[in-house]
T-cell receptor
Framework: GAGVSQSPRYKVAKRGQDVALRCDPI?????LFWYQQALGQGPEFLTY????????KSGLPSDRFFAERPEGSVSTLKIQRTQQEDSAVYLC???????????????FGPGTRLTVL | GQNIDQPTEMTATEGAIVQINCTYQ??????LFWYQQHAGEAPTFLSY??LDGLEEKGRFSSFLSRSKGYSYLLLKELQMKDSASYLC??????????WGAGTKLIIKP
């Protein structure tokens, strides 16, 4: 497809379970972003990749959150030992250039809605 | 701290005009974005302003005043499909997007 895709679209996890969320960016896009969006709020930045390099992970809320993009394309956001406060929509976005100092439009995927019971 | 303010919810009538305001206080400014987000869907890009003034794109226009830290999104000839949340986001000095909480726009027939 032409857009950003994410899977699964919905994930229900029991507290303490590990989850992995996948993002397929637009082909050829260098930059990839992960955001967390709580209900009724705007997205909150989690982490940023330029190709396979994770250049900014300042938004990751704890060391239970880990993201990777090993081949500079698909990315996975992993959350270990999930807690109820991790319940949110996790959005992935990609943009064309790899220049961090860029105002390129970010194109978003549909998100993964994570519910932790 | 960094802050983006926009109304939580607005209601308008089909065929009418609505203006959604956004005020911001950020560390640096590299442009302001408006995104539309339908419930359960991805935010989709509407506009980008970095210079003062009005940018018109079909039924949607976006205005920016950097000195006032203020922007608005103007939607004309409203259609039912325009019912969505509208997110204001500012790119700060680190080129990181700072997002408002979004304005839920309800269109009534």
């Amino acid at each position: 497809g032409a857009g950003v895709s994410q899977s699964p679209r919905y994930k229900v996890a029991k507290r303490g379970q590990d989850v992995a969320l996948r993002c397929d960016p637009i082909s050829g896009h260098v930059s990839l972003f992960w955001y967390q969006q709580a209900l009724g709020q705007g997205p909150e930045f989690l982490t940023y990749f330029q190709n396979e390099a994770q250049l900014d992970k300042s938004g990751l809320p704890s060391d239970r959150f880990f993201a990777e993009r090993p081949e500079g394309s698909v990315s996975t956001l992993k959350i270990q030992r999930t807690q109820q406060e991790d319940s949110a929509v996790y959005l992935c976005a990609s943009s064309l250039t790899g220049d961090r100092a860029s105002t390129d439009t970010q194109y978003f995927g549909p998100g993964t809605r994570l519910t932790v019971l | 701290g960094q802050n983006i303010d926009q109304p939580t919810e607005m209601t308008a009538t089909e065929g009418a005009i609505v203006q959604i305001n956004c005020t911001y206080q950020t560390s640096g400014f590299n442009g302001l974005f408006w995104y539309q987000q339908h419930a359960g869907e991805a935010p989709t890009f509407l506009s980008y302003n970095v210079l003062d003034g009005l940018e018109e794109k079909g039924r949607f226009s976006s205005f920016l005043s950097r000195s006032k830290g203020y922007s608005y999104l103007l939607l004309k000839e409203l259609q039912m499909k325009d019912s969505a949340s509208y997110l204001c986001a500012v790119m700060d000095s680190n080129y990181q997007l700072i997002w408002g909480a979004g304005t839920k726009l309800i269109i009534k027939p």
